[in-house]
């Protein structure tokens, strides 16, 4: 799959009943610029308030995840995020008219193929990942559920269930990559026990609930009391037991289409987490709780990741400048040069690398019986880094050098001492505008930021003798 952010290429609309609140709902999925994310709008309510899928706004996950914002409601919001995440899409404005998407089936199968009715296209920025490196886990003691995610290249995701019934006992469920969602996971319906059912009827809930929407797997005795109940609910003249545990004819989709299904929740939910995931899921038992705690969890792991912003990057591999590129487009020489290696260049960033050795002329007298590198000299290797940035841009970099204007909120968080290995990358802030470049650059030594610094440099002609 592409590592560019996507929409939809064009609006689609779907209509149909929310499964809990019984309402007539219109929804419309619209493309959306990039780093929108996905983002519900209620079309019925004064002002067209915004809710962001956004985990930190769940409310409730009683059968089915609730999100509230400034009093504002989306419920089961699971089965569309699924879709979207399972067509590969990063940005969506979500318009409804009430609270709830439309059941349809109780999969996501229709908004998958409604959204690939109109396509999906690329955007102009590359997405970000939540790249996993260590392993994460979440259980809920009360439940026996767990949530585990492991480091993978790609996003997988296994469902262990156990339902301790005669009728649906343990299954398993595995989705070996996202771009397998449609045909493997997409049309696995929601699914209920007699007993739940009773329940919830009887507590008024999911009132758009039909046979046609969930699977419904009789775990205790259809007396008469309740087939009439359930003939009232769901306007049928006759509901019977099918040979294989099911309510009345419905035919299965998949023999562990429960298991599925519950794979399609935990990829919906965890859409909630706000980036694309790199790692393993498992989970044993899963449900919207453990779902939703273990979402928080990657978005607090996400933010750190973000605010650290270590670039992910492979030392073993061959770099775009050695040492000798990097003298033939920079004047600096030893003692002064700064940097060993670029590791990664584009247009708009750059990642060089500084193997910080003991034979480092400065260590001789800045804190001799303790060496430390000086944060100044820290700083100026980050400005050489991303005159790398400019100075490779330009087709004769050795007419070009570029000179400090400002230096602002430089902040040194650890000591550079020898053996370090300091990996630096540079951003533009704003486009290089006659001349002049405008950049934030951090310092890492493993995972930890050393230094920091906002820097404005100008680039300049040399003068001719």
């Not at 004047?331 to 247009?347: A, G, M, N, Q, T």
């Not at 990358?425 to 704003?430: G, Y």
């Amino acid at each position: 799959m592409s590592d560019m952010q996507k929409t939809l290429q064009e609006e689609v609309t779907l209509s149909g009943i929310g499964l809990h609140t019984g309402r007539e709902v219109k929804l419309t999925i619209k493309p959306a610029k990039e780093n929108t994310g996905f983002v519900f709008v209620r079309t019925d309510l004064e002002g067209r308030p915004h809710v962001e899928a956004d985990v930190n706004y769940v409310v409730a996950t009683e059968r089915g995840t609730t999100l509230e914002k400034l009093g504002v409601k989306i419920n089961t919001c699971e089965h569309l995020l699924a879709a979207l995440v399972g067509c590969d899409v990063d940005n969506a404005i979500l318009e409804m008219d009430a609270s709830e998407p439309p059941i349809l089936d109780g999969s996501s199968k229709f908004f998958v193929e409604a959204i690939e009715s109109v396509g999906v296209v690329e955007q102009a920025v590359v997405r970000e990942y939540l790249v996993i490196k260590e392993v994460l886990s979440y259980s809920d003691p009360a439940t026996g559920s767990e949530i585990t995610i492991i480091p993978s290249d790609t996003y997988e995701v296994t469902t262990m269930v156990d339902f301790g019934t005669k009728v649906l006992g343990t299954q398993n469920a595995t989705l070996k990559n996202i771009s397998e969602f449609k045909e493997e996971i997409s049309s696995a319906r929601t699914f209920s026990f007699l007993h739940e059912l009773e329940m919830l009827l009887d507590h008024g809930l999911i009132k758009g609930g039909d046979i046609s929407n969930a699977i419904v797997y009789v775990d205790k005795d259809l007396t008469p009391e309740t087939t009439e109940k359930l003939k009232t609910a769901f306007g049928k003249d006759h509901v019977s037991i099918r040979p294989n545990g099911i309510l009345d004819n419905l035919t299965l989709n998949y023999p562990n289409e429960a298991a599925r299904h519950k794979l399609l929740d935990v990829i919906g939910d965890l859409a909630l987490c706000g980036v694309k995931i790199k790692g393993k899921i498992i989970a044993n038992k899963p449900g919207h709780f453990v779902n939703t705690q273990f979402a928080k969890k990657l978005n607090r792991q996400w933010k750190l990741q973000k605010k650290k912003n270590v670039p992910d990057i492979d030392l073993t591999k061959e770099p775009v400048f050695d040492i000798n590129g990097i003298m033939r487009l920079m004047p600096h020489r030893y003692p002064f040069l700064l940097i060993d290696k670029v590791l990664e260049l584009s247009d708009k960033h750059v990642v060089g690398l500084k193997n910080v050795t003991f034979n480092e002329p400065y260590f001789v007298g800045h804190f001799p019986k303790e060496p430390v590198m000086p944060g100044v000299l820290q700083v100026e290797a980050l400005a050489q880094t991303g005159g790398i940035l400019v100075l490779a841009s330009v087709p004769d970099p050795e007419n070009y050098s570029t000179y400090f204007i400002k230096i602002d909120k430089v902040k040194f968080k650890r000591k550079v001492i020898p053996g370090d290995t300091l990996v630096f990358k540079i951003e533009l802030i704003t486009p290089i505008r006659r001349g002049i470049v405008h950049m934030q650059g951090y310092g890492y030594v493993g995972d930890t930021i050393a230094v920091e610094a906002e820097l404005m440099a100008q680039v300049a002609k040399n003068k001719i003798d």
